[in-house]
């Protein structure tokens, strides 16, 4: 009676060691895993974005803001009329920034010069900056990019 349980209680344990193994390999490699391949995440893309308040740019002034997970530069020229543009550097995509001195937007990466329509004037970019449609509602500076 003894020897049949026997090989009953060897399959438990073996079942038992099993599974054990089976989740402290699950908890090491899972993490891992998932960290190699993360789940798809869709990007969200807007049009449109609030870039500022009304008077919160003085003119002849410049501010980078996030749109579509990118910064994008609004300038408010010394005339008080507002531009903006992405405000990633066409050549490797570094972030440009408004040089009141100078009046251009300037990148300080290799030094890439574009004039106040995102035209380059001097430097390595090799194309414009996209230039948004600067719209103002009530206070609030909306900010839309252009339909192709
Ligand atoms: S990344 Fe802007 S000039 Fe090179």
Redesign the pocket.
Known sequence: MITNKMPGRRKFMGWSFFTSLTGFFGMIFYPIWRFIMPPPVAESTQNSVKAAVVNELQPNSGKIFPFNNKPAILIRLSNGKYRSFTAV?T????TVQYRKDWKIIW?A????KYDLNGLVIS???PRPLEEYDVLIVKKDIIVTRRKA
Do not use: D, E, F, T
């Not at 050549?91 to 570094?94: G, I, K, P, R, Y």
């Not at 990466?109 to 890439?112: E, M, R, S, V």
């Open positions: 550097c050549h490797l995509q570094c990148c990466c290799h030094n890439g430097g390595p970019p």
